[in-house]
């Protein structure tokens, strides 16, 4: 096959797991003699560029941390120039499907243009909820600003930014016909909002099994009186919830605090990350709670070897956390929000525990419980290590999808 990946992102210029797992699908189709090449924005470069298959050409819809006035001028010339990119590159590549993967920050319109394209040819993987949320410019446009000062500019040049982008604000219909989702979460999720996708079947994402569990088994987990070391591995942002990890220690015992370290690794929006900071100073953790750079992904395994539990304090519908899977897959006790993905794999107080989203005393709860019984770890860490190989295999999530790519182009012969 030929396939045609229409991404967002796609590294090393990424912003979370969602890209890389598109690489890891990528290249194991290639070494299965699969032709590929991707299409994705110039997010992390200065200008469009081709890298052997990766051809880096797509604009997208303004700053990611800071939404731009300008880009609300230059988008739909940059819109139209996105179509033109597609267009050559189906047209060049001539290829047999075209495989959507992240569409978060790219208008709608380009893969209602993929579908025009290529008709029944078009397959999506589905693992956030981007069908149904609102585009950067409407999203922006349609709150008000965030500073008292600026709330005048905005409510004065909206007008005329809402009647240029007006195209924007038009739902754009998408068939869906083929197109997996990562977790049952997601798809009721899209579909209680109209997404057409009720025979859609459930892909879970994979990972390489065992190279986490390898580097797992150096893990020493804290007996009686010993220290629990807690980690969060993830984007910096308000919808993960990081504020609410800080939060729980803040809820510990004295005691208790002291026997706990929790490693925040990761970076994100600018005004959040200085929010987090000055939590832990105004509470005076700065002896438990650290901050860590972002890692290269290879070092991940033999990192989590070096935690007791991780945390995914998410205040969204999490469709299901690739962190979550390397967590269980490492042995590493997950304790997550009660919300999307998590609550479908997570068994509280069997292969994981769960609390209520943003209940920070929820949380601090569960840490308590392991605090003071280690024995739980162990046995909880064991069930969670059993769902990651039941359900996570990296290999079984290809073969799915290279069976449904190959079957695509069966039911749909190309005219």
Not at 19 to 44: D, F, I, N
Not at 59 to 87: C, F, G, M, V
Not at 170 to 195: D, K, M, T
Not at 334 to 341: K, P, R
Request: net charge neutral; aromatic share 8%.
């Amino acid at each position: 096959m030929k396939l045609l990946f229409l991404s967002n992102f796609y590294p090393p210029h990424k912003i979370g797991g969602y890209e890389m797992l598109c690489q890891e699908v990528l290249e194991a189709l290639r070494v299965r003699g699969h032709s590929a090449t991707v299409l994705t924005s110039t997010y992390g470069v200065e200008s469009e560029v081709s890298e052997d298959f990766v051809h880096r050409q797509l604009a997208l819809e303004s700053d990611l941390q800071y939404y731009q006035i300008k880009h609300a001028w230059t988008y739909p010339l940059n819109k139209r120039q996105n179509t033109r990119h597609l267009r050559h590159m189906v047209s060049t590549f001539q290829p047999d499907i075209i495989f959507i993967w992240g569409m978060w920050g790219l208008s709608k319109q380009l893969a209602a243009e993929s579908e025009n394209l290529l008709k029944s040819r078009v397959v999506y993987y589905l693992a956030n909820p981007w069908p149904i949320e609102a585009n950067l410019h409407k999203a922006y446009w349609d709150n008000p600003a965030k500073k008292s000062y600026r709330r005048l500019l905005k409510r004065l040049i909206r007008i005329p930014a809402r009647l240029w982008l007006h195209a924007e604000w038009e739902p754009v219909a998408l068939h869906f016909q083929y197109a997996p989702c990562c977790s049952e979460a997601l798809r009721n999720q899209l579909i209680s909002a109209g997404v057409p996708l009720k025979d859609a079947p459930i892909i879970y994402e994979g990972i390489n099994l065992a190279k986490y569990s390898t580097f797992g088994k150096q893990r020493h987990n804290p007996g009686e009186g010993g220290k629990l070391s807690l980690l969060y591995v993830g984007i910096l942002a308000p919808h993960k919830g990081v504020h609410t990890a800080i939060e729980a220690i803040t809820h510990l015992k004295p005691s208790d605090r002291q026997r706990v370290d929790l490693t925040i690794l990761g970076t994100g929006h600018p005004d959040y990350e200085a929010l987090l900071h000055n939590m832990v100073n105004a509470h005076n953790l700065n002896q438990c709670v650290k901050f860590q750079s972002p890692i290269p992904r290879s070092e991940l395994p033999e990192y989590l070897s070096g935690f007791n539990v991780l945390l995914l304090p998410s205040t969204w519908e999490e469709p299901l956390a690739l962190i979550m899977q390397e967590g269980l897959a490492s042995g590493m006790v997950v304790v997550g929000s009660a919300t999307g993905g998590t609550k479908e794999i997570i068994k509280d107080g069997q292969n994981g525990f769960l609390f209520a989203a943003q209940d920070s005393s929820g949380l601090a709860h569960k840490i308590e419980q392991l605090i003071a019984d280690p024995s739980l770890i162990d046995r909880v860490a064991e069930k969670g290590q059993q769902t990651a190989f039941e359900k996570f295999d990296l290999t079984r999530m290809v073969d799915d999808l290279e069976r449904l790519l190959l079957n695509v182009c069966k039911a749909a012969p190309l005219s």
